[in-house]
Protein backbone atom coordinates (compact mmCIF):
# COMPACT_ATOMS: atom_id res chain seq x y z
CA UNK A 1 0.00 0.00 0.00
CA UNK A 2 1.32 3.17 -0.75
CA UNK A 3 2.32 5.66 2.25
CA UNK A 4 -0.31 8.16 2.66
CA UNK A 5 2.56 11.02 3.98
CA UNK A 6 6.16 11.86 3.67
CA UNK A 7 7.16 10.88 7.49
CA UNK A 8 6.18 7.36 6.34
CA UNK A 9 7.61 7.74 2.92
CA UNK A 10 11.10 8.78 5.13
CA UNK A 11 11.26 6.92 8.08
CA UNK A 12 8.89 4.19 7.91
CA UNK A 13 11.26 1.31 8.45
CA UNK A 14 12.76 3.31 11.40
CA UNK A 15 9.84 3.59 13.05
CA UNK A 16 9.42 -0.21 12.97
CA UNK A 17 12.82 -0.68 14.93
CA UNK A 18 11.19 1.16 18.23
CA UNK A 19 10.99 -2.26 19.92
CA UNK A 20 9.23 -0.52 22.67
CA UNK A 21 11.21 -1.46 25.10
CA UNK A 22 10.80 1.96 27.00
CA UNK A 23 14.32 3.32 27.75
CA UNK A 24 13.33 6.29 26.00
CA UNK A 25 10.58 7.20 29.27
CA UNK A 26 13.40 7.26 31.59
CA UNK A 27 15.05 9.90 29.79
CA UNK A 28 12.38 11.69 28.22
CA UNK A 29 11.74 15.51 29.85
CA UNK A 30 8.04 15.64 28.33
CA UNK A 31 7.46 12.25 30.16
CA UNK A 32 9.29 13.53 33.31
CA UNK A 33 7.03 16.77 33.28
CA UNK A 34 3.51 14.89 32.34
CA UNK A 35 3.87 11.47 33.45
CA UNK A 36 2.25 10.45 30.54
CA UNK A 37 3.54 7.67 28.64
CA UNK A 38 1.73 8.22 24.96
CA UNK A 39 3.58 11.81 25.23
CA UNK A 40 7.44 9.98 25.29
CA UNK A 41 8.99 8.51 22.06
CA UNK A 42 7.76 5.26 22.56
CA UNK A 43 3.94 7.02 22.44
CA UNK A 44 5.28 8.81 19.66
CA UNK A 45 6.30 6.08 17.57
CA UNK A 46 3.46 3.89 18.47
CA UNK A 47 0.91 6.36 17.69
CA UNK A 48 2.84 7.02 13.92
CA UNK A 49 2.55 3.41 13.72
CA UNK A 50 -0.73 3.07 13.86
CA UNK A 51 -1.05 6.09 11.47
CA UNK A 52 0.93 3.70 9.08
CA UNK A 53 -1.24 1.20 9.75
CA UNK A 54 -4.24 3.52 8.48
CA UNK A 55 -5.50 2.44 12.22
CA UNK A 56 -5.93 6.18 12.87
CA UNK A 57 -5.11 9.53 11.08
CA UNK A 58 -3.24 12.62 11.66
CA UNK A 59 -5.52 15.25 13.04
CA UNK A 60 -5.69 17.90 15.71
CA UNK A 61 -5.98 15.15 18.05
CA UNK A 62 -2.51 14.52 17.80
CA UNK A 63 -1.45 17.78 18.15
CA UNK A 64 -0.67 17.84 21.57
CA UNK A 65 1.45 14.04 21.17
CA UNK A 66 3.01 15.22 18.32
CA UNK A 67 3.74 19.34 19.04
CA UNK A 68 4.79 18.49 22.34
CA UNK A 69 8.52 17.35 22.02
CA UNK A 70 11.63 19.34 22.19
CA UNK A 71 13.35 17.76 20.03
CA UNK A 72 15.81 17.13 22.73
CA UNK A 73 17.05 13.93 21.53
CA UNK A 74 17.61 12.33 25.04
CA UNK A 75 15.74 9.61 23.42
CA UNK A 76 17.96 8.72 20.84
CA UNK A 77 20.92 8.78 22.40
CA UNK A 78 19.25 6.24 24.79
CA UNK A 79 17.71 4.28 22.65
CA UNK A 80 18.76 0.52 21.76
CA UNK A 81 17.65 0.35 18.46
CA UNK A 82 18.64 4.61 17.32
CA UNK A 83 15.37 5.18 16.21
CA UNK A 84 15.79 9.12 15.20
CA UNK A 85 12.96 10.51 17.04
CA UNK A 86 13.20 14.10 16.48
CA UNK A 87 14.06 13.84 12.69
CA UNK A 88 10.97 11.85 12.71
CA UNK A 89 8.74 14.06 14.61
CA UNK A 90 9.69 16.93 12.53
CA UNK A 91 8.89 15.04 9.58
CA UNK A 92 5.18 14.16 11.12
CA UNK A 93 4.84 17.64 12.08
CA UNK A 94 5.52 18.59 9.08
CA UNK A 95 2.27 16.32 7.48
CA UNK A 96 0.33 17.67 10.14
CA UNK A 97 0.88 20.99 8.89
CA UNK A 98 0.41 20.22 5.64
CA UNK A 99 -3.57 18.88 6.25
CA UNK A 100 -4.27 22.12 8.61
CA UNK A 101 -3.19 20.58 12.16
CA UNK A 102 -0.83 22.62 13.81
CA UNK A 103 -0.37 24.31 17.10
CA UNK A 104 -2.09 27.84 16.73
CA UNK A 105 1.69 29.04 18.93
CA UNK A 106 3.38 27.85 15.76
CA UNK A 107 1.21 28.68 12.77
CA UNK A 108 1.35 32.27 14.54
CA UNK A 109 4.67 32.11 14.87
CA UNK A 110 5.67 31.48 11.13
CA UNK A 111 2.90 34.37 10.24
CA UNK A 112 5.21 36.59 12.54
CA UNK A 113 8.05 35.58 10.32
CA UNK A 114 6.84 36.47 7.34
CA UNK A 115 6.05 40.37 8.66
CA UNK A 116 8.84 40.75 11.60
CA UNK A 117 12.10 39.89 11.84
CA UNK A 118 12.43 37.76 14.63
CA UNK A 119 10.24 35.35 16.46
CA UNK A 120 8.62 37.99 19.26
CA UNK A 121 7.38 40.42 16.37
CA UNK A 122 9.28 43.18 18.13
CA UNK A 123 9.96 45.80 16.32
CA UNK A 124 13.35 47.17 17.57
CA UNK A 125 16.25 45.58 18.16
CA UNK A 126 18.99 46.99 20.62
CA UNK A 127 22.24 47.94 19.34
CA UNK A 128 24.22 47.69 22.55
CA UNK A 129 25.47 51.06 21.94
CA UNK A 130 28.12 49.37 19.17
CA UNK A 131 28.52 50.75 15.76
CA UNK A 132 28.19 47.75 13.00
CA UNK A 133 31.58 48.06 11.29
CA UNK A 134 31.20 47.66 7.61
CA UNK A 135 33.52 44.67 7.73
CA UNK A 136 35.61 42.89 10.26
CA UNK A 137 37.17 39.76 10.77
CA UNK A 138 34.32 38.13 12.59
CA UNK A 139 30.52 38.26 12.91
CA UNK A 140 29.13 38.44 16.18
CA UNK A 141 25.43 36.60 15.40
CA UNK A 142 23.31 37.28 18.93
CA UNK A 143 19.63 35.09 17.52
CA UNK A 144 16.22 36.00 18.71
CA UNK A 145 16.73 34.89 22.67
CA UNK A 146 19.95 36.88 22.88
CA UNK A 147 18.43 39.94 21.81
CA UNK A 148 15.32 40.11 22.87
CA UNK A 149 15.18 38.36 26.26
CA UNK A 150 18.65 37.83 27.34
CA UNK A 151 19.91 41.38 26.44
CA UNK A 152 22.33 41.31 29.28
CA UNK A 153 24.27 37.92 28.27
CA UNK A 154 24.59 38.80 24.99
CA UNK A 155 25.69 42.24 26.27
CA UNK A 156 28.42 40.94 28.09
CA UNK A 157 29.68 38.35 25.55
CA UNK A 158 30.27 41.79 23.20
CA UNK A 159 32.41 43.38 26.50
CA UNK A 160 34.18 40.04 26.43
CA UNK A 161 34.88 40.13 23.22
CA UNK A 162 36.05 43.97 23.10
CA UNK A 163 38.46 42.76 26.37
CA UNK A 164 39.78 40.44 24.29
CA UNK A 165 40.31 42.98 21.12
CA UNK A 166 38.44 40.30 19.05
CA UNK A 167 37.74 42.34 15.65
CA UNK A 168 34.01 41.62 15.65
CA UNK A 169 30.74 43.40 14.13
CA UNK A 170 27.13 43.26 14.79
CA UNK A 171 25.07 43.15 11.44
CA UNK A 172 21.22 43.92 11.02
CA UNK A 173 20.65 40.47 11.94
CA UNK A 174 17.24 38.62 11.72
CA UNK A 175 15.78 35.11 12.93
CA UNK A 176 18.24 32.53 11.93
CA UNK A 177 14.59 30.43 10.39
CA UNK A 178 15.44 26.75 11.69
CA UNK A 179 13.29 26.94 14.53
CA UNK A 180 10.36 26.90 11.26
CA UNK A 181 11.63 23.52 10.32
CA UNK A 182 11.06 22.12 13.74
CA UNK A 183 7.53 22.69 13.68
CA UNK A 184 6.54 21.35 10.54
CA UNK A 185 6.94 25.09 8.13
CA UNK A 186 9.32 25.55 5.56
CA UNK A 187 12.45 27.97 6.32
CA UNK A 188 11.89 31.28 5.53
CA UNK A 189 13.77 31.94 2.45
CA UNK A 190 14.04 35.81 2.81
CA UNK A 191 15.20 35.80 5.97
CA UNK A 192 17.80 32.99 5.32
CA UNK A 193 19.10 35.41 2.55
CA UNK A 194 18.86 38.55 4.05
CA UNK A 195 21.47 36.90 7.00
CA UNK A 196 24.09 35.31 4.12
CA UNK A 197 24.36 38.78 2.37
CA UNK A 198 24.40 40.77 5.60
CA UNK A 199 27.49 37.89 6.98
CA UNK A 200 28.98 37.97 3.38
CA UNK A 201 29.07 41.72 3.50
CA UNK A 202 31.10 42.01 5.95
CA UNK A 203 34.28 39.94 4.70
CA UNK A 204 34.28 38.06 7.86
CA UNK A 205 35.95 34.87 7.74
CA UNK A 206 34.14 33.45 10.87
CA UNK A 207 30.71 33.80 12.60
CA UNK A 208 30.59 33.41 16.50
CA UNK A 209 26.96 32.95 17.58
CA UNK A 210 25.75 33.26 21.01
CA UNK A 211 22.99 30.60 20.65
CA UNK A 212 24.09 27.33 19.97
CA UNK A 213 20.76 26.57 17.89
CA UNK A 214 21.27 29.26 15.86
CA UNK A 215 24.95 27.80 15.05
CA UNK A 216 23.16 24.41 14.18
CA UNK A 217 21.04 25.98 11.74
CA UNK A 218 23.50 28.29 9.97
CA UNK A 219 26.40 24.86 10.04
CA UNK A 220 23.80 22.27 9.05
CA UNK A 221 20.99 23.53 7.01
CA UNK A 222 21.31 23.49 3.47
CA UNK A 223 19.71 26.56 2.81
CA UNK A 224 22.99 28.62 4.25
CA UNK A 225 25.19 26.48 2.67
CA UNK A 226 25.93 29.38 0.21
CA UNK A 227 27.49 31.17 3.34
CA UNK A 228 29.77 27.78 3.63
CA UNK A 229 30.74 27.73 0.03
CA UNK A 230 32.36 31.14 0.53
CA UNK A 231 34.70 29.52 3.56
CA UNK A 232 32.33 31.24 6.13
CA UNK A 233 32.98 29.23 9.66
CA UNK A 234 30.52 29.21 11.74
CA UNK A 235 31.36 28.36 15.95
CA UNK A 236 29.99 28.87 18.98
CA UNK A 237 31.21 31.36 21.27
CA UNK A 238 31.97 28.64 23.54
CA UNK A 239 34.16 26.56 20.67
CA UNK A 240 36.02 30.67 20.45
CA UNK A 241 36.28 31.15 23.98
CA UNK A 242 38.05 27.33 24.46
CA UNK A 243 41.71 29.03 24.13
CA UNK A 244 41.87 32.25 25.52
CA UNK A 245 43.67 33.05 28.95
CA UNK A 246 40.85 34.87 30.65
CA UNK A 247 42.87 36.07 33.77
CA UNK A 248 39.86 35.73 36.16
CA UNK A 249 38.86 32.90 38.29
CA UNK A 250 36.41 32.09 41.21
CA UNK A 251 36.59 30.04 44.66
CA UNK A 252 32.71 29.29 43.82
CA UNK A 253 31.07 26.51 43.40
CA UNK A 254 30.19 26.16 39.75
CA UNK A 255 28.18 23.43 37.49
CA UNK A 256 27.48 23.18 34.06
CA UNK A 257 24.54 22.34 32.32
CA UNK A 258 24.63 21.06 28.60
CA UNK A 259 22.47 22.85 26.07
CA UNK A 260 21.06 19.56 24.15
CA UNK A 261 22.00 21.94 20.65
CA UNK A 262 25.05 22.25 21.86
CA UNK A 263 25.58 19.17 23.49
CA UNK A 264 23.84 16.37 21.66
CA UNK A 265 22.86 17.63 18.79
CA UNK A 266 26.36 18.99 18.12
CA UNK A 267 28.84 16.79 20.15
CA UNK A 268 30.36 19.69 22.22
CA UNK A 269 31.04 18.76 25.73
CA UNK A 270 34.80 19.88 26.31
CA UNK A 271 35.09 23.00 25.71
CA UNK A 272 32.70 25.00 27.83
CA UNK A 273 34.45 22.67 30.21
CA UNK A 274 37.82 23.38 29.39
CA UNK A 275 36.75 27.44 29.59
CA UNK A 276 34.95 26.57 33.21
CA UNK A 277 37.25 24.58 34.78
CA UNK A 278 39.80 26.96 34.22
CA UNK A 279 37.68 29.90 35.70
CA UNK A 280 36.48 27.95 38.72
CA UNK A 281 38.64 24.84 40.00
CA UNK A 282 35.55 23.87 42.40
CA UNK A 283 33.46 22.49 38.76
CA UNK A 284 30.82 20.16 39.84
CA UNK A 285 29.03 17.93 37.61
CA UNK A 286 25.29 17.53 37.77
CA UNK A 287 23.69 14.05 38.12
CA UNK A 288 22.99 14.06 34.51
CA UNK A 289 25.29 15.38 31.68
CA UNK A 290 27.21 15.27 28.65
CA UNK A 291 25.22 13.18 26.49
CA UNK A 292 22.88 12.36 29.79
CA UNK A 293 22.30 15.86 30.28
CA UNK A 294 18.41 16.71 31.22
CA UNK A 295 16.70 18.97 28.80
CA UNK A 296 15.83 22.20 30.00
CA UNK A 297 12.57 21.77 28.78
CA UNK A 298 12.65 24.91 26.35
CA UNK A 299 13.83 23.40 22.96
CA UNK A 300 11.32 22.51 19.83
CA UNK A 301 8.72 25.50 20.57
CA UNK A 302 7.71 24.02 23.36
CA UNK A 303 8.44 26.73 26.05
CA UNK A 304 5.64 28.61 23.39
CA UNK A 305 3.55 26.51 23.42
CA UNK A 306 3.27 24.34 26.55
CA UNK A 307 4.78 26.87 28.90
CA UNK A 308 3.91 25.84 31.85
CA UNK A 309 5.26 21.78 31.05
CA UNK A 310 8.12 23.36 29.78
CA UNK A 311 9.24 25.20 33.05
CA UNK A 312 8.19 21.96 35.04
CA UNK A 313 11.14 20.39 33.10
CA UNK A 314 13.32 23.06 33.75
CA UNK A 315 12.34 22.56 37.50
CA UNK A 316 13.59 19.09 37.47
CA UNK A 317 16.94 20.42 36.47
CA UNK A 318 17.36 22.81 38.76
CA UNK A 319 16.66 19.88 41.52
CA UNK A 320 19.64 18.72 40.36
CA UNK A 321 21.46 22.18 40.82
CA UNK A 322 20.07 21.68 44.78
CA UNK A 323 21.49 18.54 44.98
CA UNK A 324 25.12 18.87 44.53
CA UNK A 325 24.97 22.43 46.10
CA UNK A 326 26.27 24.51 43.50
CA UNK A 327 26.32 28.29 43.91
CA UNK A 328 26.30 29.18 39.76
CA UNK A 329 24.90 27.36 36.95
CA UNK A 330 26.49 27.97 33.86
CA UNK A 331 25.09 27.01 30.62
CA UNK A 332 25.73 28.27 26.96
CA UNK A 333 22.19 28.79 25.45
CA UNK A 334 20.21 31.78 26.28
CA UNK A 335 17.55 30.19 25.44
CA UNK A 336 17.89 27.57 28.66
CA UNK A 337 19.31 30.22 30.95
CA UNK A 338 15.68 32.39 29.90
CA UNK A 339 13.89 28.93 30.88
CA UNK A 340 16.01 27.84 33.87
CA UNK A 341 15.57 31.43 35.23
CA UNK A 342 12.06 31.73 34.88
CA UNK A 343 11.55 27.96 36.36
CA UNK A 344 13.95 29.27 39.25
CA UNK A 345 12.43 29.27 42.72
CA UNK A 346 12.83 32.07 45.38
CA UNK A 347 14.20 29.73 47.77
CA UNK A 348 17.09 28.40 44.92
CA UNK A 349 19.55 31.29 45.48
CA UNK A 350 21.95 30.22 42.96
CA UNK A 351 23.29 32.35 40.17
CA UNK A 352 21.92 31.25 36.33
CA UNK A 353 23.91 32.83 33.46
CA UNK A 354 25.96 31.88 30.51
CA UNK A 355 29.42 31.46 30.93
CA UNK A 356 30.47 34.15 28.73
CA UNK A 357 28.57 36.26 31.41
CA UNK A 358 30.09 34.71 34.31
CA UNK A 359 33.38 35.33 32.54
CA UNK A 360 32.09 38.86 32.07
CA UNK A 361 30.46 39.74 35.05
CA UNK A 362 34.63 37.72 36.94
CA UNK A 363 35.95 40.82 34.88
CA UNK A 364 34.11 43.65 36.44
CA UNK A 365 35.08 42.26 39.27
CA UNK A 366 38.50 41.78 38.74
CA UNK A 367 39.18 45.67 36.82
CA UNK B 1 -16.09 50.57 36.54
CA UNK B 2 -16.82 48.61 33.08
CA UNK B 3 -15.64 49.64 29.86
CA UNK B 4 -15.84 48.06 27.01
CA UNK B 5 -15.76 44.64 28.43
CA UNK B 6 -12.81 45.93 30.58
CA UNK B 7 -13.16 45.99 34.49
CA UNK B 8 -11.27 48.83 35.84
CA UNK B 9 -12.28 49.04 39.53
CA UNK B 10 -13.07 53.33 40.08
CA UNK B 11 -11.09 52.98 43.74
CA UNK B 12 -7.74 51.81 41.94
CA UNK B 13 -4.51 54.28 40.76
CA UNK B 14 -3.43 52.67 37.09
CA UNK B 15 0.05 52.89 35.75
CA UNK B 16 0.34 53.69 32.27
CA UNK B 17 1.79 49.96 31.54
CA UNK B 18 -1.52 48.69 32.77
CA UNK B 19 -0.89 48.03 36.20
CA UNK B 20 -3.05 48.49 39.05
CA UNK B 21 -2.04 49.97 42.47
CA UNK B 22 -3.93 50.27 45.82
CA UNK B 23 -2.94 52.01 49.34
CA UNK B 24 -3.13 49.09 51.89
CA UNK B 25 -1.81 51.54 55.26
CA UNK B 26 1.23 52.23 54.80
CA UNK B 27 1.77 49.91 51.74
CA UNK B 28 0.82 50.40 47.88
CA UNK B 29 -0.47 46.53 46.47
CA UNK B 30 -0.04 46.43 42.60
CA UNK B 31 -1.34 43.95 39.57
CA UNK B 32 -1.74 44.15 36.19
CA UNK B 33 -5.11 45.32 35.41
CA UNK B 34 -7.65 43.53 33.60
CA UNK B 35 -7.27 45.39 30.16
CA UNK B 36 -3.36 44.14 30.04
CA UNK B 37 -4.72 40.16 31.63
CA UNK B 38 -6.85 40.04 28.28
CA UNK B 39 -4.42 41.18 25.92
CA UNK B 40 -1.36 39.27 27.36
CA UNK B 41 -3.43 35.99 27.67
CA UNK B 42 -2.19 33.10 30.11
CA UNK B 43 0.29 34.27 31.98
CA UNK B 44 3.30 31.94 32.12
CA UNK B 45 5.93 33.49 34.70
CA UNK B 46 5.99 35.98 36.40
CA UNK B 47 9.48 38.12 37.92
CA UNK B 48 9.36 38.37 42.02
CA UNK B 49 12.16 40.77 43.41
CA UNK B 50 13.28 40.15 46.29
CA UNK B 51 11.97 41.96 49.40
CA UNK B 52 14.25 45.57 49.92
CA UNK B 53 15.01 45.85 46.25
CA UNK B 54 15.09 49.73 45.48
CA UNK B 55 11.98 51.01 43.02
CA UNK B 56 12.69 54.03 40.86
CA UNK B 57 9.31 55.75 39.56
CA UNK B 58 9.20 54.75 35.61
CA UNK B 59 11.90 52.38 35.65
CA UNK B 60 11.16 48.96 34.68
CA UNK B 61 12.16 46.20 37.82
CA UNK B 62 10.32 43.16 37.07
CA UNK B 63 8.98 41.25 33.83
CA UNK B 64 5.98 39.33 33.07
CA UNK B 65 5.88 36.62 30.53
CA UNK B 66 2.53 35.09 28.41
CA UNK B 67 4.01 32.01 25.94
CA UNK B 68 5.77 35.22 23.43
CA UNK B 69 4.80 38.15 25.01
CA UNK B 70 7.10 39.84 27.75
CA UNK B 71 5.99 41.99 29.56
CA UNK B 72 8.16 44.78 31.51
CA UNK B 73 6.57 45.77 34.95
CA UNK B 74 7.71 49.52 35.86
CA UNK B 75 7.67 51.14 39.57
CA UNK B 76 4.68 53.23 39.80
CA UNK B 77 6.28 55.06 42.54
CA UNK B 78 9.47 55.22 44.43
CA UNK B 79 9.84 52.77 47.21
CA UNK B 80 11.15 49.65 48.01
CA UNK B 81 9.43 45.98 47.64
CA UNK B 82 7.89 44.83 50.45
CA UNK B 83 6.61 41.49 49.27
CA UNK B 84 5.60 39.40 46.17
CA UNK B 85 3.43 37.00 45.53
CA UNK B 86 5.14 33.85 45.91
CA UNK B 87 1.91 31.97 44.96
CA UNK B 88 2.71 33.31 41.21
CA UNK B 89 5.65 31.49 41.54
CA UNK B 90 3.92 27.83 40.82
CA UNK B 91 0.54 29.54 39.62
CA UNK B 92 1.08 32.78 37.57
CA UNK B 93 -2.14 32.24 36.14
CA UNK B 94 -4.01 33.26 39.19
CA UNK B 95 -3.46 36.53 37.46
CA UNK B 96 -5.78 35.34 34.67
CA UNK B 97 -8.08 34.03 37.31
CA UNK B 98 -8.30 37.13 39.46
CA UNK B 99 -5.97 40.07 38.36
CA UNK B 100 -7.34 42.03 41.74
CA UNK B 101 -7.49 39.57 44.02
CA UNK B 102 -5.36 36.71 44.66
CA UNK B 103 -3.00 37.40 41.07
CA UNK B 104 -1.77 40.65 42.87
CA UNK B 105 1.66 40.84 42.40
CA UNK B 106 3.74 42.87 44.87
CA UNK B 107 3.36 45.33 48.17
CA UNK B 108 5.57 48.50 48.03
CA UNK B 109 6.43 50.16 50.72
CA UNK B 110 6.85 53.45 49.34
CA UNK B 111 8.92 56.55 49.84
CA UNK B 112 6.15 59.05 49.93
CA UNK B 113 2.62 57.76 49.38
CA UNK B 114 1.48 60.97 47.77
CA UNK B 115 3.36 60.02 44.62
CA UNK B 116 0.52 57.82 44.29
CA UNK B 117 -1.51 60.69 43.11
CA UNK B 118 0.09 61.20 39.85
CA UNK B 119 -1.08 57.97 38.80
CA UNK B 120 -4.55 57.59 36.43
CA UNK B 121 -7.63 57.63 38.87
CA UNK B 122 -11.12 58.35 38.46
CA UNK B 123 -13.70 57.66 36.68
CA UNK B 124 -13.08 60.05 33.70
CA UNK B 125 -9.20 59.92 33.34
CA UNK B 126 -9.14 56.22 33.28
CA UNK B 127 -11.80 56.06 30.55
CA UNK B 128 -9.79 58.92 28.39
CA UNK B 129 -7.31 56.61 28.86
CA UNK B 130 -8.77 53.44 27.73
CA UNK B 131 -10.13 55.12 24.88
CA UNK B 132 -6.50 55.41 23.89
CA UNK B 133 -5.41 52.19 24.94
CA UNK B 134 -8.00 50.28 22.83
CA UNK B 135 -7.27 52.04 19.88
CA UNK B 136 -3.54 51.46 20.13
CA UNK B 137 -3.81 47.90 21.28
CA UNK B 138 -6.99 46.07 21.42
CA UNK B 139 -8.12 46.82 17.93
CA UNK B 140 -8.30 43.35 15.98
CA UNK B 141 -6.10 41.80 19.13
Known sequence: MEAKYDFERKYREQILLCSRCGFCQAVCPVYGATLRPGLNARGKMLLLKEVMDGRIDLSDELIETLFQCTTCASCTHN????????????????????????????????????????????????????????????????????????????????????????????IEEVCCAGVLEDVGFALNDALVQTN???ILATGAEAVITG???????LNNKMQYAPLRAKGVIIMHIAQFLKDYDLGVHTD???????????????????????????????????????????????????????????????RRRLKEVEEIGAEVVLTECNSCVHNLGNAKLRKQKFTICTTTQFIHDLMEETD | ?????????????????????????????????????????QIVFVQLPEEGKLLKQGKKFASVESGKWL??????????????????????????????????????????????????????????????EIAKFAKGA
Open chain 1, 79 to 170: CPSGVPVPEIIKAARKDMVAIGSCHPAFKGMNEVLKKHTNIYAEDEAEDFGRQKKPAAKYVFFAGCVGLYRENDATEAALAVLDKLNVDYTL
Open chain 1, 196 to 198: IDR
Open chain 1, 211 to 217: CPYCART
Open chain 1, 252 to 314: KKVTYHDPCDLGRHCGIYEEPRQTIRKLAPNFVELAHHHADALCCGAGGGVRGAYAKNSIDMA
Open chain 2, 1 to 41: MEFESYNMPDELYYEPNHYWVRPEGDLLVMGMDDFARKLAG
Open chain 2, 71 to 132: GKVYAPVNGEIAAANEELETNPGLINQDCYGVGWMYKIKPDDMAEVQSLLHGTEAVQKWLVE
